[in-house]
């Protein structure tokens, strides 16, 4: 949940861009969801705390490293996600880096240009808005000037 106190102007940037991963698992073919399955990748926020720290910004918490499937099961819908974000998956498990990194730049892809899959969040002033982070991906140009 994110409630915006103070924001940018109308038109001055600010939006937030939701990439549903239900949506993003039924883009890909029965082969690739497959595939995938059986997959799980390193999800690691070494590469977001070096850029704070290049920047001069706070690192909030020490970054952490973790292996995951690629493909969750919702418990209670039954509904198949992807679950790959491009900013952390720096690696899939048990494969060849080259064919590694073709899936995760394929799979950024697909996020990143099925326009089908995104939803876009146009902050105003006292906005709320409520997603689940175990199944979307968040692509902020959120609050550039603006305060939480």
Do not use: C
């Not at 799980?40 to 001069?56: E, N, P």
């Not at 990143?112 to 876009?120: C, K, L, S, V, W």
């Amino acid at each position: 949940m994110l409630k915006v106190l103070t924001g940018p102007p109308r038109g001055g940037g600010g939006d937030t861009l939701w990439t549903s991963q239900y949506a993003a698992y039924d883009a890909l073919s029965s082969h690739m969801q497959t595939y995938l399955k059986g997959l799980t990748a390193i999800h690691s926020a070494d590469m977001q705390a070096s850029d704070s720290r290049a920047l001069g910004r706070p690192v909030r918490r020490e970054p952490v490293t973790t292996e995951h499937p690629l493909i969750r099961t919702n418990p209670v819908t039954g509904w198949n996600s992807l679950f790959f974000n491009p900013g952390f998956v720096t690696k899939i498990v048990g494969i060849p880096k080259t064919e590694s990194d073709a899936i995760i730049k394929y799979l950024t892809d697909v996020i990143a240009t099925t326009q089908e899959m995104h939803a876009r969040f146009q902050w105003n002033k006292d906005d709320l808005a409520i997603w689940d982070n175990r199944t979307t991906v968040s692509k902020d140009a959120v609050l550039s000037g603006g305060r939480l």
